[in-house]
């Protein structure tokens, strides 16, 4: 029933309004997911809703560019939602790629594997639990502020190239430090985006090449899961009662994954330097104020 109010409300609602149109849209996939989620988490369910939140947060933070409203008060329920499935997908992605690496070095670790496929299992429950707990009406405290922005569809993406503009030249400041501020930099990107995607395509290529964009972000993706990946290492070495050697092949798998780490970065960086350097992002940013 949410599902079909949802839909109703985008046709009558949304107009020519380019962000509550993609607000409504995410609103729709979180519904759905979540209510997947009610029956069974799966991999996709989790993947889809987790996506779903962070797009609904990205367009909450460019309202706020806008408007100056606060909001993370008022979206903090769907962060803790966000927070219970991110852990369930930590040990899936933990998983999915301690395989790969089983097959890539010709090793097992059974063990590890049991350690993690019980965790998961147990996160899944909770994260049922926290489905079930969730108030359906949350997203709905926001349709009626998005309503009400004003300005035409190009000030808006015109607005948007600014605000692009400045998320450059930020992360051109913490590229400076690539690997220390990599999560930053990646919450930046993601932003600039997922704003880009809400204006017609023409105008996004036109500042900043999107596919570019999105492929550095698929390498960032893919370090901060190693990243996950070697904490979950750390925790299950210091719980194992005593040397054994499973231990020694993971803490023989940790180092080899710092190598691996760097490849990736390099991979992320080389696509940054194709961003900054196009000739369009550049003029667009350079002009660009410095950010606070």
Same mark, same amino acid.
């Given at each position: ?13 949304? @107009? ?15 519904? +759905?997911?979540?209510?997947?989620? #009610? /029956? ?13 939140? /962070? ?7 460019? /309202? ?5 409203? +606060? ?14 499935? @991110? ?36 996160? #899944? ?25 004003? @300005? ?68 960032? @993706? ?29 803490? +023989?798998? +940790? ?11 390099? #991979? ?10 196009? /000739? ?13």
């Amino acid at each position: 029933m949410k599902i079909e109010t949802t839909l109703c409300l985008f046709t009558t609602m949304s @107009g020519n309004n380019l962000i509550l149109k993609n607000w409504f849209l995410q609103e729709k996939i979180f519904n +759905e997911s979540l209510f997947l989620s #009610r /029956k069974r988490p799966t991999k996709i369910s989790v993947h889809d809703l987790r996506v779903a939140v /962070k797009k609904m947060r990205s367009y909450l933070r460019l /309202k706020e560019e806008l408007t100056k409203d +606060e909001w993370k008060e008022s979206f903090s329920k769907i962060m803790a939602l966000f927070k219970s499935f @991110g852990r369930l997908r930590d040990y899936d992605m933990s998983l999915n790629l301690l395989r790969k690496l089983e097959r890539k070095e010709f090793l097992s670790f059974i063990y590890f594997k049991e350690y993690l496929s019980v965790n998961r299992s147990l996160t #899944r429950k909770w994260v049922k639990q926290d489905a079930f707990k969730f108030n359906d009406q949350e997203p709905d405290v926001f349709n009626k502020q998005f309503d009400l922005l004003t @300005g035409t569809n190009q000030e808006v993406c015109e607005k948007i190239i600014q605000l692009s503009a400045l998320k450059i030249k930020k992360v051109k400041n913490l590229t400076k430090h690539f690997q220390k501020n990599a999560h930053e930099i990646r919450k930046q990107l993601k932003d600039l985006y997922y704003w880009l995607k809400i204006c017609p395509k023409g105008l996004a290529e036109g500042f900043i090449n999107m596919k570019v964009l999105d492929r550095l972000l698929t390498y960032l @993706g893919n370090w901060q899961d190693h990243v996950i990946l070697k904490k979950k290492i750390k925790q299950y070495i210091q719980d194992l009662p005593k040397r054994n050697e499973e231990k020694i092949m993971l803490k +023989e798998l +940790e180092k080899k994954l710092v190598p691996t780490q760097k490849e990736i970065l390099e #991979r992320a960086i080389k696509k940054w330097d194709e961003i900054r350097n196009k /000739k369009a992002t550049k003029s667009v940013a350079l002009s660009a104020p410095d950010p606070d």
